[in-house]
């Protein structure tokens, strides 16, 4: 599977199905955050303007989306799941279940 907007990540080391899980919930962790803190729903008074919150967070959610990436080139690579099949059933369960048309 090759995502045009989302590259392998060639420079990290030891990169595992769980390493990659781990930093995954990280980066979820911070885009939760990010919306917590910026949206000003922990209590703090955000001094920025709705456009540099939605940069904020749109940052950290491609951080999430690029682990994700990464993490479907690791079970790609690593347990030789072809992905653009489990993609095409995944298409599928979002169809039947009207989330798509």
């Given at each position: 599977?090759?995502?045009?907007?989302?590259p392998?990540?060639?420079g990290l080391n030891?990169?595992?199905?769980?390493?990659?899980?781990?930093?995954?919930m990280?980066e979820?962790?911070?885009?939760?955050q990010?919306i917590?803190?910026?949206r000003?729903?922990?209590?703090?008074?955000?001094?920025?303007?709705?456009?540099?919150?939605?940069?904020?967070?749109?940052?950290?959610?491609l951080?999430?989306?690029?682990?994700?990436?990464?993490?479907?080139?690791v079970i790609e690579?690593?347990?030789?799941?072809?992905?653009?099949?489990?993609?095409?059933?995944?298409?599928?369960?979002?169809?039947?279940?009207g989330?798509?048309?």
């Amino acid at each position: 599977m090759n995502f045009k907007y989302f590259p392998k990540l060639n420079g990290l080391n030891k990169i595992t199905m769980e390493t990659t899980a781990l930093k995954l919930m990280e980066e979820a962790g911070e885009l939760s955050q990010a919306i917590s803190k910026f949206r000003g729903l922990n209590g703090e008074k955000v001094n920025m303007t709705e456009e540099e919150v939605l940069e904020k967070i749109t940052g950290e959610l491609l951080d999430v989306m690029q682990v994700c990436a990464t993490m479907t080139y690791v079970i790609e690579e690593k347990y030789d799941i072809n992905l653009d099949d489990a993609l095409v059933k995944h298409l599928k369960k979002l169809k039947d279940r009207g989330y798509v048309k």
